[in-house]
């Protein structure tokens, strides 16, 4: 039968906070968090993808006004990449996802990738 007032593993956490020094108690109740990584999310330049779709994903996908988005735009053009946005690794994964298929469906080559910040 369940006992509320039984001592249990974290009912021992918070009411007693361990000796987290101690290995013994450490491995059973002082788990090592984490902040979740981030990462980039990158649009990189090629010759053939017209620059009115690249406008076009980067407001649709990246949430961009149409100013930000065209400014983006030509700075990939000229530069080669621009960072869109910095994102947890499910999200970052599905912008990629979402941009390629986007330009697949309309042939063109664009392409976006991610990175881990560091
Ligand atoms: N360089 C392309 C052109 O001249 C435009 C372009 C911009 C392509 C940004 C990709 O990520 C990109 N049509």
Do not use: W
């Amino acid at each position: 039968m369940f006992d509320p007032h039984a001592p249990s593993i974290s009912a021992h956490k918070f009411e007693f906070p361990p000796d987290c020094g101690n290995p013994e108690v450490a491995i059973l109740v002082c788990p090592k968090i984490k902040r979740p990584s981030q990462y980039r999310v990158l649009m990189l330049n090629d010759d053939y993808t017209p620059m009115d779709f690249v406008v076009h994903v980067l407001a649709y996908i990246f949430h961009k006004s149409t100013e930000e988005a065209i400014t983006l735009m030509l700075q990939v053009h000229h530069q080669g990449q621009v960072m869109c946005g910095v994102y947890p690794y499910e999200i970052a994964e599905t912008k990629v996802a979402q941009v390629t298929a986007l330009a697949r469906e309309e042939q063109h080559p664009l392409r976006c990738t991610m990175e881990k910040k560091s």
